[in-house]
């Protein structure tokens, strides 16, 4: 059985340090899906504990027919679709607003590995570029990219988060990877 | 393949998903087609460019701001299993105990007022029949008669002892 639905189980059981570690481990993975999924930080974190409170509320029912994490993300997902859906935010196009925190986020997302002042511009640019191009792509495409490319699962995975089948994942993929990449082009790194 | 199905399973050749001969084709169509090279080549850097999109870390009061909030719902579970405490089994015996003393005191507290009373209005009852029976002059005014139940078993009866008790009574004086 996956370690983390053991844990789950526990805490169904009453061990609630068996919680709080699962909510140690995750709590930055489905923080970073949600602010790139919706591209706003302030937003993620409501939705990251509103993630971590439904499990907490469903942990009586809970049965590990799937991985833990595929369950929690699954939360995560709907909650962003029911937060679009409800119209109370929009997914940004346009990075740069002064009003924005998220400029100084994206400079300590820069890597530190010291690059010149006009390397680091363009990394921050570049990395603004890439922001707006994931958030440009239609949610069913977006969903997608980001589960694999930052979460790192896999098309099964995705498939039980999405509700779908891994033939449907990999269509979408293929069809949001074009896209940026035609968005990307004239900024794509060479090997 | 053609050079459609080459682009198809692009990603799934640069994540090691495909079978050793896929992908041993996969290699020999990029071997001699420029155009799919190229793709691929795009393909990769279009990967890795995503990278550059860092993680973020929640905000100093994230954790703090959620475990309160844990905190009062399981202070609202409290709240509402008290509420919703169901009282009929523990509390069955004692209630029901208490529930016939009670009544059993009140029934010890009003029956006897009520016999009483009852009493009281036979007595009086009967404290009228014997002056009347003692007052021929009531007896043979058939009007009074009337308006008593002397033909009732109970009243003919205590008319009866009481002529038993005193001979002379009814025979005028």
Known sequence: MDPDAQRMLQFQNGDRAAFEDLFEKYHRPILNFCFRFLGNSHEAEDITQDTFIQAYLAAFRYQPLTKFSTWLYTIAKNLCLNRLREGRMEVSLQFSDPMNEEESLLEEQIESHHPSPDQQLEEKELAEIVQEAIRSLPATLRLPLILQRYQELSYEEIAQVMGCSVTAVKLRLHRAKGLLAQRLAPYLERE | ?173
């Open chain 2, 1 to 173: 393949m053609d050079c459609h199905d080459i682009r198809k399973n692009l990603s799934d050749f640069l994540e090691s998903e495909l079978t050793q001969e896929q992908s041993a084709e996969i290699r020999t169509h990029l071997a001699s087609c420029r155009p799919c090279t190229q793709e691929m080549k795009r393909h990769l850097a279009t990967w890795k460019t995503l990278g550059k999109w860092k993680e973020i870390e929640p905000s100093p009061h994230f954790k703090q701001r959620f475990w309160s909030k844990i905190a009062e719902i399981e202070n609202q579970k409290r709240s509402k299993a008290w509420l919703h405490w169901d009282w009929r089994p523990a509390w069955r015996i004692p209630l029901g105990s208490a529930a016939a003393v009670l009544l059993v005191t009140l029934t010890w507290f009003l029956w006897p007022s009520a016999e009483r009373e009852r009493q009281v209005a036979q007595s009086d009852k009967n404290n009228s029949l014997v002056e009347l029976v003692t007052s021929l002059d009531l007896i043979e005014d058939k009007e009074v008669l009337a308006e008593m139940d002397l033909l009732q078993d109970e009243s003919f009866d205590l008319l009866l002892s009481l002529e038993e008790s005193n001979p002379t009574l009814g025979r005028g004086g």
